[in-house]
């Protein structure tokens, strides 16, 4: 089936999604595996193994993304019935093999508006080009971790990493009192305009009014978490002291992470179930072949 056919269909559902009682309830909690992306121009991306991409929706607001071999976290929102719109999606960087659908895969989620289920499939809209991102949907994986009475269920160590450092570093934030003051944003956004403005990057000027009022509001939300984590990354620093990494959003206390979490570990935080998962989780911290350390004492640990 064509976009334009999938793209009258998905038009029809939405129609009628009251009748049929789609409603946000039906993605939380739920999990899905890519089937295939559909451009405006009739294109079809279809990955090799869809299990290789997979999102989740988690009950508290957040989204898990697995795309071939990078990982994402993010969150996502329903308002009404049939819409649906993601925050930034924080990813790692890595290069996967040629022919990977990873970057296409993690570009959909930023222009996703709309949603609906179809013969048990999830059909995900979005607003610059009309892609349609088609899943079909994942068995419930087992239970993993508990952290701060959440339970984390899947069978990837980092996903289950991820979800234990954002609860620790969302309660770490507010029992510091860590926040972030729009003047940091404005400050922070005007640097990333004018570093984009030096590179030449000028594709927005080809946005709508509204997309590009979206856009702006999507980054001053980026903004806003790289300068929370920063902030928390630096009150980790300040307590626990250690050595520090180099990453692609900023410098990482990576000494102070372990002890954190040992000292969270101990005190009941957190629990992980399964042993592989559990040598998985704690080999990012002990496994110093894994990172590249600033030097002791160097001109970039200063400025860290």
């Not at 509204?210 to 980790?236: D, F, P, T, Y």
Request: aromatic share 8%.
């Amino acid at each position: 089936m064509g976009l334009r056919a999938a793209a009258l269909t998905l038009a029809l559902a939405l129609c009628c999604a009251q009748a049929s009682d789609v409603l946000a309830d039906d993605l939380s909690g739920t999990a899905w595996r890519l089937v295939k992306i559909m451009s405006m121009d009739d294109r079809v991306d279809a990955p090799d193994d869809p299990s290789d991409y997979t999102l989740e929706f988690r009950a508290d607001g957040s989204a898990a993304i697995l795309a071939d071999c990078n990982r994402g976290m993010g969150s996502w929102v329903s308002e009404s019935t049939s819409q649906l719109q993601f925050g930034p999606i924080a990813s790692t960087q890595a290069m996967c093999l040629p022919g990977s659908l990873s970057e296409t895969y993690l570009a959909q989620f930023v222009w996703v508006r709309s949603y609906v289920m179809q013969d048990g499939h999830l059909f995900l809209a979005t607003m610059a080009d009309g892609s349609i991102i088609e899943f079909e949907p994942v068995g419930v994986a087992p239970r993993a971790a508990t952290v701060l009475g959440e339970e984390v269920r899947t069978t990837d160590a980092a996903v289950m990493q991820d979800v234990i450092l954002t609860r620790l570093f969302d309660r770490y934030a507010s029992e510091q009192g860590v926040g972030v003051e729009p003047a940091e944003v404005d400050s922070y956004v005007e640097m990333m305009e004018r570093g984009m403005v030096e590179q030449g990057l000028t594709a927005e000027k080809d946005l709508t009014p509204e997309e590009a009022q979206e856009v702006a509001a999507m980054r001053r939300s980026m903004a806003e978490s790289i300068i929370r984590q920063w902030k928390i990354n630096r009150s980790l620093y300040d307590r626990y002291g250690g050595r520090i990494i180099y990453q692609q959003l900023g410098p990482e206390p990576l000494d102070a992470y372990q002890l954190f979490l040992e000292q969270r570990h101990a005190e009941g935080a957190f629990a992980i179930h399964d042993p592989a998962l559990e040598q998985g989780f704690w080999n990012y911290f002990n496994n110093d072949a894994l990172h590249d350390f600033m030097e002791l004492g160097s001109a970039d640990e200063a400025r860290a």
